[in-house]
């Protein structure tokens, strides 16, 4: 999980992973990042990283990240 962290996190000169959206699954946070050819998720329960996942650019987990935000703004707007 090191290596994944370093990646998405842009240590050692690695800098083309870019932060998106998030969303919240319980307590979990789960961020999700761009990193060129497909995606990370990483999950994060008080302050600890759980996993990382890599995903493909069509998965269709992106969904999700979007139903959140669109419940988001249906309670704020």
């Known amino acids: ?3 994944k962290w370093q990646h ?3 240590l050692k000169g690695n800098d083309h992973c870019k932060f998106v959206t998030y969303r919240k ?8 990042w761009d990193c060129g050819s497909f ?4 999950y994060v329960l008080n302050k600890k990283i759980l996993k990382i996942e ?7 987990r992106i969904d ?3 139903d959140y935000a669109q419940k988001q703004c249906d309670r704020n707007c």
């Open 64 to 66: 999700l990240y979007i």
């Open 25 to 32: 699954d319980g307590e979990q946070t789960i961020s999700l």
């Open 54 to 60: 890599g995903i493909e650019l069509d998965s269709c």
């Open 8 to 10: 998405i996190y842009g």
């Open 1 to 3: 999980m090191e290596n």
């Open 39 to 42: 995606f990370a998720e990483l």
